[in-house]
C-alpha cells in the first residue's frame, strides 16, 4: 500500500490513535484529561481553531474545547467510560469518531486526522444561484448590500458542521462562544449577551441571563437559512427596537 492509498484508508475511517498513559500517581477519576492534536490526514500538519467535542455513549454533550495553533487540545472527563468525539473545522470535513473506553485513573491521549474538504471560491456560482424567496422577503440580501452586519448563509452553516445553533459563532470573528451552565452553550458579542431574534420573533432580549443558552432549544443548525449579525444598530432592520442596545443583536431566519 502506497502512503497516498494509506492515507485516503487513514481518512476513510476517521482515523483514531488512542494511547492510554499510565505509571502515575493514582488520581481520583474525575482528574483524567483527554489530550491529542487535530491534524490533517495527507500532509499530517496541525489543524488549528478545531471544534472538538465530547459525547458520552448515549450522545449526551459533555463539552467541547477548541484546538490550539499546534492542533492540540485538552479536555477533563467527568468520569471514566465509554465516549465519542465530534470534531468540525471550516474547510475539512466534519467527523465523528467511534466509541472508546476510558479506563479509571489512566489519562488519554487522541490523534485525530481530518479531509480536506475545499471551499469553492467560483464567481460565477455566486452570480448565478437563485435567492431564497423567504430571504429576499424579509429584506436579507438587502441589508447584506449594504455593507453592515455579518451575513452567514446555508452553505457556510453547513460546512461548519454545527451540533448547536451556538456552534456556528466559533468563526464569527467579534463573537465568543461560551459555557453559561452544565451542556449550555450562549454567544456574546462584545462581551455581552445580544438581542437573539428567530424569524421576525425576538425570543431573548440583550442582557436578559435567565434566558441564557435557551435558545439553542429553538432551532436547529439543519432548519437555518441564514444569520445576520449587529454589533449596534446600523445597517439592522429598525422594528427590533432591543438592537438600539449595547450588546447588538442575532437575527435567525430559518427554512
Known amino acids: 500500500m502506497d502512503d497516498r492509498t494509506a492515507a485516503a484508508t487513514r481518512s476513510v475511517f ?10 502515575g500517581p493514582v488520581r481520583g477519576a474525575n482528574a483524567q484529561i483527554l489530550s491529542g492534536s487535530i491534524l490533517e490526514d495527507v500532509s499530517g500538519l496541525p489543524i488549528a481553531g478545531a471544534a472538538v467535542r465530547l459525547l458520552d455513549a448515549e450522545e449526551r454533550d459533555q463539552g467541547v474545547v477548541i484546538s490550539d495553533d499546534q492542533g492540540r487540545f485538552s479536555v477533563r472527563l467527568p468520569a471514566p467510560g465509554t465516549y465519542r468525539l465530534a470534531v468540525s473545522r471550516v474547510g475539512y470535513a466534519p467527523a465523528r469518531s467511534g466509541l472508546f473506553r476510558v479506563e479509571p485513573d489512566h489519562d488519554v491521549s487522541v490523534d485525530v486526522f481530518l479531509t480536506v474538504q475545499p471551499v469553492s471560491l467560483d464567481s460565477l456560482l455566486v452570480v448565478t444561484k437563485p435567492r431564497v424567496s423567504q430571504l429576499e422577503r424579509v429584506g436579507f440580501y438587502r441589508r447584506k448590500r449594504s455593507g453592515f452586519g455579518y ?31 452544565s451542556h449550555e452553550y450562549d454567544v456574546t458579542l462584545r462581551g455581552c449577551l445580544p438581542t437573539i431574534v428567530i424569524d421576525g420573533y425576538t425570543v431573548r432580549a440583550q442582557g436578559k441571563n435567565a434566558e441564557v443558552g435557551r435558545w439553542n432549544d429553538l432551532v436547529h443548525p439543519n432548519y437555518i437559512e441564514a444569520i445576520e449579525v449587529y454589533l449596534g444598530p446600523a445597517g439592522a432592520p429598525v422594528q427590533y427596537g432591543g438592537l438600539r442596545g449595547k450588546c447588538g443583536a442575532i437575527l435567525i431566519w430559518t427554512q
Open 151 to 181: 451575513f452567514i448563509e446555508r452553505e457556510e452553516i453547513e460546512r461548519s458542521g454545527a451540533i448547536l445553533a451556538a456552534d456556528i459563532f466559533y468563526w464569527v470573528p467579534f463573537a465568543r462562544v461560551v459555557t453559561v451552565r
Open 14 to 23: 476517521f482515523a483514531l490513535v488512542v494511547v492510554i498513559l499510565g505509571g
